[in-house]
């Protein structure tokens, strides 16, 4: 376990070295923000949560991965345009995106959906020039998503929210690695948390290295245990 202080210590390229995926097969990461207590969000946005040093992991992680997966509904709410490197995958179940939503009708972004997603708004998204991949019959599975994304050459996929979308991962017992930062703030009320599913679920993890900066935010790097459990 790496245990690093400051953040005057670590490198851009130790962060690097540190978030490395682990050769060239698939392999699923999530990266999340918490408070203290497990809030996954200020006033319903997790990017309210972060700070400096948040946001450099997040450039780090986003430097390494092939594709930012990410629920259609966090991506509006946070406010997501086209990553400046990786590809983007928008997942949605009901396809409920405007259609004037400008990552859609970029050439690396694909939107997967499921056979069973409303016909008007597929069309609608088609008209506007969305690619429309269907990864699931009634639901979008995590399975499919990461074919998907191995069939188009990014096999280092990033999730980056929302807590469906990484509960559904879990779930299924297909997440690799969880980047988990702790927002040094204890924040009460009824915010989700950063893993949402309606079972309860039980999947081994081992810390790979924790970090720390200034600020007081913990930088956490969880990958998964052998065997799991669930």
Known sequence: MHILRKASHVTPEDLHTLYAYPGDGTWVRANMIASIDGAAGLQGRSGDLA??????????????SDVVVVGAHTALTEGYGQPDGPAFAVVSRYL????????????????????????????ALAAAGAQLVDCGTDTVEPAAIAAECERRGWPHILLEGGPRLLGSFVAADALDDLCLTTSPILLGGTASRPLDHDDELARGMVVAHLLTDEDGYLFARWVRATPTFG
Request: aromatic share 4%.
């Open 51 to 64: 700070a400096d040093g948040d946001r450099l992991v997040y450039r780090v992680l986003r430097d390494l």
């Open 96 to 123: 409920d995106i405007p259609p004037d939503y400008a990552p859609i009708a970029d050439p690396r972004t694909v939107v997967l959906t499921c056979s069973a997603a409303p016909t008007s708004r597929r069309e």
